[in-house]
């Protein structure tokens, strides 16, 4: 009997930290959210920089700028209620810092070099459990 509570226990310890979701802060669901943002703000960031220097980047290029002049972090992540067992619903304060160029432009301008906003976005493991998909929701504009 003692023997069948030792396998049972450790039974529930191994699939106790096991999920078929993912958490909302785990450190690859950040990774694939932010690079997920820099896709989807490409072309509005090589066209920015194109004004600003007189020459349209190209996608690796603009890639480069934003790596090289903004800094993307998430923070006060938050889970929101799912119906479904796979997807997790999640809301973060999404923090621009700018830097570099960036940086002196904006202070010339007497902008803020620091910019944050909440957003919402699903996050999912895939099919072989390896890796996560993420999927950005529009979300009203608050800032925070």
């Not at 690079?35 to 066209?47: A, G, Q, R």
């Amino acid at each position: 009997m003692k023997r069948l509570f030792i396998y049972i226990s450790a039974f529930a310890f191994f699939f106790a930290g096991c999920s078929n979701k993912p958490s909302c802060d785990d450190e690859n669901v950040q990774k694939a959210v932010i690079e997920k943002i820099k896709e989807d703000t490409l072309s509005t960031i090589m066209l920015g920089v194109g004004l600003l220097n007189g020459k349209l980047l190209g996608a690796d290029e603009a890639k480069k700028t934003v790596d090289n002049e903004v800094n993307i972090k998430l923070d006060s992540f938050m889970t929101e209620e799912s119906k479904d067992e796979k997807v997790t619903m999640c809301k973060a304060k999404l923090i621009l810092e700018f830097k570099g160029e960036s940086k002196k432009l904006l202070q010339s301008l007497k902008q803020s070099t620091k910019e944050s906003a909440y957003i919402k976005y699903n996050a999912r493991f895939t099919d072989n459990g390896k890796d996560v998909y993420v999927e950005l929701k529009k979300t009203n504009k608050q800032r925070g």
